[in-house]
């Protein structure tokens, strides 16, 4: 299992790659790239390879985000969902979050 600061060094060596993969946008998404703040990326980095190594790939190539869902709701409260297409190990892992709003300023995310 990835420990966090292996975490954070994975995630500084993929530095959110917006590469030639996201030429084509994957079924669901209705937009390349992510709506959430760099610290939110960071934060939910760390679950996304945790879930990836969990499934046999431990230092995967990059990451593409994908929205699949625009935010909805009250200012504060407001809810999106993202598909983050993570690559390496030689396969592919979707990987669906829902992201909310805690607050103005503040958000938390989950695996779905």
């Known amino acids: 299992m990835i420990n966090w600061l292996r975490a954070l060094l994975v995630f500084g060596a993929l530095a959110v790659s917006f590469s030639s993969m996201a030429q084509s946008l994957p079924e669901g998404a209705i ?3 992510s709506l959430a703040n760099q610290k939110l990326i960071q934060d939910a980095m760390t679950g996304v390879l945790v879930t ?3 499934q046999g790939c431990e230092q995967p190539d990059e990451f593409v985000p994908y929205v699949r ?3 909805s ?4 409260t407001r809810m999106w969902r ?3 297409i993570v690559e390496g ?3 592919t892992y979707p990987i669906k979050l829902r ?3 805690a607050g103005v300023g503040a958000a938390n995310w989950m695996i779905e």
Do not use: K, N
């Open 52 to 54: 990836v190594a969990s």
């Open 73 to 76: 709701g009250e200012v504060g």
């Open 82 to 84: 993202e598909l983050w």
């Open 99 to 101: 992201f909310q709003e």
């Open 31 to 33: 937009q390349a790239g």
């Open 69 to 71: 869902e625009m935010p």
């Open 89 to 91: 190990c030689g396969d």
